[in-house]
């Protein structure tokens, strides 16, 4: 099974406004392990850099000034990615940029059928989080300490070692006989099924029960409800 996990920066975070990808990186996999092969490439966005942006991920106007158009490299991107299941994290982001710039240069969109967002596999398997590409990285022992600013490449490849953590650590690369499909995340039930009782339990009440209970309800005053039934004094049973 192959397998691309990709990171993109960006000169803002909206792609419907006119932002644009300046860098974009991945790392392919093939069966969970990292093949060697990558695809790095800064991009030349056509429009200024955001100032909030640039403190994101260090790069400027003059840096990206002679870097290739996205058409340019475009043809080389789609053949990198071919038919792989594309990974990202918060993909939505990641994928609503490609696929603006796929729309500039009349190339197919990429389908969400093929995308697999960590994100969302995080939260479900830690939901009280936190689920930031840092935090996982704290989590599960990845050395993210060249991880000074945001950088494609260098977040792909990190998010490739979360990603195996996340769908069950290294022992998923270890799999003999049929190649395993994309991960299929499923949400765990809380404690046992519920299933209806053959018979019916039985609750006995005793004499000792029932006075603390009338005293609880003489404590309460005279508009408690149940008032109406001290009369009874005999102990009780109930089933449920």
């Not at 975070?13 to 093939?30: A, M, N």
């Not at 995080?122 to 996982?136: I, Y």
């Not at 050395?143 to 022992?171: F, K, P």
């Not at 005293?215 to 309460?220: C, D, F, K, T, Y």
Request: proline share 6%.
């Amino acid at each position: 099974m192959r397998e691309v996990v990709l990171d993109t920066e960006t000169t803002g975070l909206d792609p419907t406004s006119g932002d644009r990808i300046v860098e974009i990186g991945c790392i392919e996999l093939v069966n969970h392990i990292p093949s060697g092969r990558v695809f790095h490439r800064y991009v030349n966005p056509e429009r200024p850099m955001s100032i909030d942006a640039a403190r994101v991920h260090g790069l400027d106007d003059a840096f990206l000034r002679d870097k290739p158009r996205f058409a340019e490299i475009a043809d080389e991107l789609v053949s990198f990615l071919g038919d792989a299941i594309l990974v990202a994290h918060n993909a939505e982001f990641d994928t609503g940029f490609l696929n603006a710039e796929f729309a500039r240069c009349e190339r197919s969109a990429i389908s969400s059928d093929r995308v697999i967002d960590t994100l969302m596999l995080a939260r479900r398997k830690h939901p009280m989080g936190p689920n930031s590409l840092d935090a996982l990285c704290a989590r599960y022992f990845v050395d993210s300490s060249r991880r000074t600013r945001h950088g494609a490449i260098l977040d792909a490849e990190l998010l490739s070692e979360v990603y195996i953590e996340l769908i069950g650590g290294r022992q998923a690369a270890l799999m003999l006989g049929e190649e395993p499909g994309p991960p299929t995340v499923t949400v765990a039930r809380h404690g046992p099924a519920v299933r209806p009782r053959p018979v019916p339990r039985v609750f006995v009440v005793s004499a000792e029960e029932m006075e603390a209970h009338r005293n609880a309800v003489l404590r309460i005053g005279d508009g408690a409800i149940w008032l109406r039934y001290l009369d009874d004094d005999k102990p009780a049973a109930a089933t449920g």
